[in-house]
C-alpha cells in the first residue's frame, strides 16, 4: 500500500500567481541592488493600525496577562460584542436586520472564500468571474469540482466574462449555474456594480435557486451613491446570498487577522432528495469542528474600529488611499492609457498599450520604471493585456511611480 494524494492539486498552476511575481521581483532586485522598487502589486496595506484600534488591542493583552481578566477559548463564531458592533455599524444603517447568530467572525475573508465551498456538493456548477480573484477557482479545484485547465479556463468552471466591451459588468449564465461568486468592489478590476446590476443576480439566484457568495471585502472604499455596501440592501438577497467581509484593507488588519462572513438563517440549500437544508447550521458546524476561532485581542482591536475615534482615523486612512487611487487614475488617463477601476476601489486596472500581453507590461514597468503591478493574466484569460496596480503605498511613492512611468516610451 502507498498513501494516495489529492489528485486534484496536481491540475493547479505550476506557479500561484502572487509567487511568480515575487520570483520576478527578488530576481530583479538580485541583480539591481541599488534600485528603488515600488510595489503597487500585491494588495497589502502600507498604513500602521490607528491609535483607537492599538489602544483597544493593548489593552487587551493586557487583560490577558492578568489572571482575573484572562480569556482562554472563546467562542469559534467569535464574541457576541464584536457580532453586536458589526450589526450596529454595518448593517442596520442600511436597514439590514441581522442576528448575532447569522455572523461569524474569522481570521480573513480569504480563509472564509475557500472553505465555504467545503459545505456544498461537489456536484455543483460553479460559476466565476472573469478575471477573478484566485482564491475563488483554486480552492474549487482542491476540491475537485473542476477538470483541467484549458486555454487558461478549468474545465468544469463556468466564466462571466468581465471586460471594456460589457463595462466590466458580468452577464447571466447562459445556463443554470449553482453557486456564483461575486467579488464587488472587484478585485483586480476595481470596477463596481450598482444597485440595479446587483439586483439582477439576486433575481436570477431566486429563480434558479442558486446561491451567491458574495465577496465585500472593499466596501468600505466605495464612494458612489448607486454602489449596494452589503448584497443584503438588494430585496431578496437573503434568501440567496452569503456575505464575506474583512477589517484587512478597511482597517489595515492583513496581519492582525479579522473578518466575518453572514449566513443569513433564510438561506436554504437542498440534499441529494431535493429536501430543503438550512445553510446556516452547516456552516456552524463546519466552523465548530474546524476553526478555534480569533483571539480575543483581535476580536477586541477589531470592535475598537467602530468607536467614534476608530471610524475617524480609519476614514482618514482610507481617503489617503483613494487619493493615491486619484493620483493613478488620472495620471495614467493623462498618458492615454485606458483605465479602469479606482474610483470606489483601491485597485487600478489599467490596459497595457500598443496589445501589449500582461507579463510583458510588467516586465517593462519593473525593468524600465523599477515599479511592479500583478499581471491580469493571472486573473483568468479576460485579464490577458491588463495589469493591476494597487492604492496601497505612500503618496510620495505612487507620485514617484506615475513619474516613472510618465518617461517610458510605449
Request: proline fraction near 4%; charge should be negative; include cysteine.
Amino acid at each position: 500500500m502507498v498513501v494516495k494524494i489529492n489528485e486534484n492539486y496536481l491540475k493547479l498552476k505550476s506557479s500561484y500567481l502572487f509567487v511568480e511575481v515575487a520570483r520576478r521581483e527578488a530576481e530583479f532586485i538580485k541583480s539591481n541592488p541599488d534600485a528603488n522598487v515600488i510595489k503597487m502589486g500585491i494588495g497589502d496595506v502600507t498604513k500602521p493600525l490607528v491609535p483607537a484600534v492599538v489602544n483597544a488591542f493593548r489593552d487587551a493583552v493586557d487583560e490577558m496577562g492578568n489572571a482575573e481578566t484572562f480569556m482562554g477559548y472563546g467562542p469559534e463564531q467569535g464574541y457576541d460584542f464584536l457580532a453586536e458592533a458589526i450589526i450596529k455599524n454595518d448593517y442596520e444603517k442600511y436597514g439590514i436586520d441581522l442576528d448575532t447568530s447569522e455572523v461569524f467572525i474569522s481570521d480573513g475573508a480569504k480563509c472564509d472564500t475557500g472553505n465555504i465551498q467545503e459545505i456544498f456538493g461537489i456536484d455543483n456548477k460553479v460559476a466565476v468571474t472573469d478575471p477573478v480573484y484566485t482564491v475563488y477557482v483554486d480552492t474549487n479545484v482542491m476540491a475537485g469540482r473542476t477538470g483541467e485547465m484549458k486555454d487558461g479556463m478549468y474545465e468544469g468552471l463556468y466564466y462571466l466574462k468581465c471586460n471594456a466591451e460589457n463595462g466590466f459588468v458580468p452577464e447571466l449564465p447562459s445556463e443554470p449555474v449553482d453557486i456564483i461568486y461575486l467579488c464587488y468592489p472587484n478585485n483586480p478590476t476595481g470596477t463596481t456594480l450598482t444597485k440595479d446590476q446587483l439586483k439582477v443576480f439576486v433575481d436570477y439566484a431566486k429563480e434558479n435557486k442558486s446561491i451567491i457568495l458574495f465577496d465585500a471585502a472593499y466596501e468600505a472604499f466605495i464612494s458612489e451613491d448607486d454602489v449596494p455596501h452589503s448584497i443584503y440592501e438588494i430585496e431578496g438577497a437573503k434568501e440567496v446570498a452569503i456575505e464575506f467581509k474583512s477589517f484587512s484593507k478597511t482597517a489595515g488588519f492583513t496581519g492582525t487577522r479579522c473578518a466575518y462572513t453572514v449566513v443569513p438563517k433564510e438561506l436554504i440549500g437542498y440534499d441529494s432528495e431535493g429536501n430543503e437544508v438550512e445553510i446556516n447550521p452547516l456552516w456552524n458546524r463546519r466552523q465548530t469542528t474546524k476553526f478555534n476561532g480569533a483571539s480575543y485581542p483581535v476580536q477586541k482591536a477589531a470592535e475598537a474600529t467602530y468607536s467614534e475615534d476608530g471610524q475617524k482615523q480609519i476614514k482618514e486612512v482610507v481617503d489617503y488611499y483613494m487619493e493615491n487611487a486619484k493620483v493613478i487614475r488620472e495620471s495614467l488617463s493623462d498618458l492615454g492609457l485606458e483605465v479602469y477601476g479606482g474610483v470606489s476601489s483601491p485597485y487600478i486596472w489599467v490596459k497595457a498599450p500598443n496589445n501589449m500581453d500582461s507579463w510583458a507590461f510588467f516586465d517593462l514597468l519593473l525593468n524600465e520604471a523599477n515599479v511592479i503591478g500583478t499581471p491580469g493574466s493571472g486573473f483568468g484569460p479576460s485579464g490577458e493585456g491588463y495589469l493591476r496596480l494597487t492604492a496601497f503605498n505612500t503618496l510620495e511613492n505612487t507620485k514617484e511611480a506615475m513619474d516613472r512611468i510618465s518617461k517610458l516610451e510605449f
